[in-house]
C-alpha cells in the first residue's frame, strides 16, 4: 500500500473541481494542470499549484500524455487523477505513469484497452452469458455492411469499433442510407479516435439505456451502487440522468447488477467503472452495450442515493487500499436526478455559446447540489466542453425529485450566456416524461419538436 500524499489533477471544469474538493478532504496536496485559456479558472486558483500544459486546443494540452506526466514529476506529484474525457480512456497515460513511477487513479491499462474495444467487450460479454445486440464483427467495407445489414433486419446501428459518445454512429433504416452514411460514419471514427473501423448492431427502437455503478480494488472485492437510468439523450449524448431507474422491477434490477458484479469480477476490474446496458422494455431484456472505464459526469446521482463519495472511493483504491464498505453495507435511499447545464442555444441546435457570465447565482437547499467550476465574471471559453454546472436534487421519491429540480432550475440565475436551462424546465414539466414515457430518441422524435414550437 503506498498512501497517496500529492495528486495532479489532469483535466479541467467541473470535474477538476469535484476532484480537488475530494483531495482536500482526505488532506492530499492538490496540483492542477491547466492550458494556457485555464490559468485563471476556478480550479487553478484553488490548486496549491498550477501547471501550463500548454496551448488553449486539447491537442496541444489536455491530450498530451507525455506532458501530463512529466508536469507530475516536475511537481513531485505521486498520482494523476484523469477525471472524464481526455485522456481518461486511454491506455497511454497509465502506462506512462506505471513506466515513471507514478499511481494511475483509475483502472489498469489492459482493462482500458480491452474495454475500449467495442467488439472485444461485446466478445467479452458473450462469454459470460450476458446477451448482447445481434451484431456484426469488423466491417471492411461497404459491401460487407450492406451484407450484413441484409442479415441482421433493418433497422440496423452503424458504430464504432473504438469508441462511444455518439461518434462515428448513425441510425441505418435502408441499404440506400448505407451508401451515403458508411463513408460518413467512418470518417468521422478515424477523426474521433484515430481509428476509421465499424461494425453493425440491430436498432432497437423504443430503448432504455441503464447502467450499472461498480467499483473493485486491489484486493478482489467488488460491489455495485446500483443503476442509472440514463435513456434521455440527444444525439447519443446523455442529457438527463436518474438514479434509481424508475421502470425497473426488484428482480430486473437485481439481475442487471449481477450482469455488471460478473462482468467486473472477470475482468478483475480495479477502481470505479459503469457497465451499461440497453434495455427493451416490451421484451424486459437487457442487452450489453459497453463499459467505461473512469468516473462518469453522472456519477453525484448514484452518490445522492447512497452517500458514498466514488473519487474519495477511487484516490483510496489507487493507494491499495481496499474498499471502505462492503454490498451490506451499502444502502439505497430516495431519488435524485441530475441536469446537466451547458453554454449552449437550445433553439440554435444547441450550438455553443462561450462568452462572460455577468450573474451567477446557483441555487441553495439541502436537497440540491451544484458541481460546477464557474463563478461571476467567468469568461467560457471556445475551446472546450460547453458544461457550466451539473445540478443534482435528491427527494424521498421521483416526483418529489422532481419538484426539488423544477425549484433548483427556477432559482438559478445566469446572464451574459444562453443555457439549457429554459430547456430542461420545459422537459420537467413534460407529461410523458413525468409518466416515464421515453425512450432514447424521445427528445430527437417527439420533445424537441414541442419545444422549438413554443421558444
Not at 430542461?424 to 414515457?437: A, F, R, V
Request: hydrophobic share 40%; with cysteine.
Amino acid at each position: 500500500m503506498r498512501r497517496i500524499s500529492s495528486l495532479l489533477v489532469a483535466n479541467r471544469g467541473e470535474i477538476a473541481m469535484r476532484i480537488i474538493r475530494a483531495c482536500r478532504e482526505l488532506g492530499i496536496k492538490v496540483f492542477i494542470a491547466a492550458s494556457q485559456a485555464d490559468q485563471e479558472s476556478l480550479p487553478a486558483r484553488l490548486a496549491d499549484r498550477v501547471i501550463c500544459i500548454g496551448p488553449s486546443h486539447p491537442s496541444q494540452s489536455y491530450l498530451k500524455a507525455e506532458t501530463i506526466v512529466m508536469a507530475a514529476l516536475g511537481v513531485g506529484a505521486e498520482a494523476i487523477h484523469p477525471g472524464y474525457g481526455f485522456l481518461a480512456e486511454q491506455p497511454d497515460l497509465p502506462e506512462l505513469c506505471e513506466q515513471k513511477g507514478l499511481i494511475f487513479v483509475g483502472p489498469k491499462a489492459e482493462q482500458i484497452r480491452q474495454m475500449g474495444d467495442k467488439i472485444l467487450a461485446r466478445k467479452k460479454a458473450e462469454s459470460l452469458g450476458i446477451q448482447v445486440i445481434p451484431g456484426s464483427g469488423l466491417i471492411h467495407n461497404l459491401e460487407e455492411a450492406i451484407g450484413e445489414a441484409e442479415k441482421l433486419g433493418y433497422p440496423v446501428l452503424l458504430k464504432a469499433a473504438a469508441g462511444g459518445g455518439g461518434r462515428g454512429m448513425k441510425i441505418i433504416w435502408r441499404p440506400e442510407d448505407l451508401k451515403i452514411l458508411f463513408p460518413e460514419a467512418s470518417a468521422e471514427a478515424l477523426a474521433a479516435f484515430g481509428d476509421s473501423r465499424l461494425y453493425l448492431e440491430r436498432f432497437i427502437p423504443k430503448a432504455r439505456h441503464i447502467e450499472v455503478q461498480i467499483i473493485g480494488d486491489k484486493h478482489g472485492n467488488f460491489i455495485h451502487l446500483g443503476e442509472r437510468d440514463c435513456s434521455l439523450q440527444r444525439r447519443y449524448q446523455k442529457m438527463l440522468e436518474e438514479a434509481p431507474s424508475y421502470i425497473l422491477t426488484s428482480e430486473l434490477r437485481k439481475e442487471v447488477c449481477n450482469y455488471a458484479l460478473t462482468f467486473a469480477r472477470h475482468l478483475k476490474y480495479e477502481n470505479a467503472g459503469t457497465v451499461e446496458f440497453i434495455f427493451n422494455p416490451e421484451e424486459k431484456k437487457f442487452y450489453f452495450l459497453e463499459m467505461n472505464t473512469r468516473i462518469q459526469v453522472e456519477h453525484p446521482v448514484t452518490e445522492m442515493i447512497t452517500g458514498i463519495d466514488l473519487v474519495k472511493e477511487q484516490i483510496r483504491i489507487a493507494s491499495g487500499q481496499p474498499l471502505s464498505f462492503g454490498q451490506p453495507e451499502i444502502n439505497f435511499k430516495g431519488h435524485s436526478i441530475e441536469c446537466r447545464i451547458n453554454a449552449e442555444s437550445p433553439s440554435r441546435e444547441f450550438s455553443p455559446c462561450p462568452g462572460r457570465i455577468d450573474i451567477w447565482e446557483p441555487p441553495l437547499g439541502d436537497k440540491i447540489r451544484v458541481d460546477t467550476h464557474c463563478y461571476q465574471g467567468y469568461f467560457v471559453p471556445p475551446y472546450y466542453d460547453s458544461l457550466l454546472a451539473k445540478v443534482i436534487t435528491w427527494g424521498e421519491n421521483r416526483l418529489k425529485a422532481i419538484s426539488e429540480m423544477q425549484k433548483a432550475l427556477a432559482n438559478f440565475l445566469i446572464s451574459g450566456v444562453e443555457t439549457t436551462i429554459p430547456f430542461y424546465q420545459s422537459l420537467l414539466q413534460n407529461p410523458d416524461y413525468i409518466k416515464g414515457n421515453i425512450y432514447t430518441r424521445w427528445i430527437e422524435d417527439i420533445f424537441l419538436k414541442e419545444f422549438l414550437k413554443n421558444v
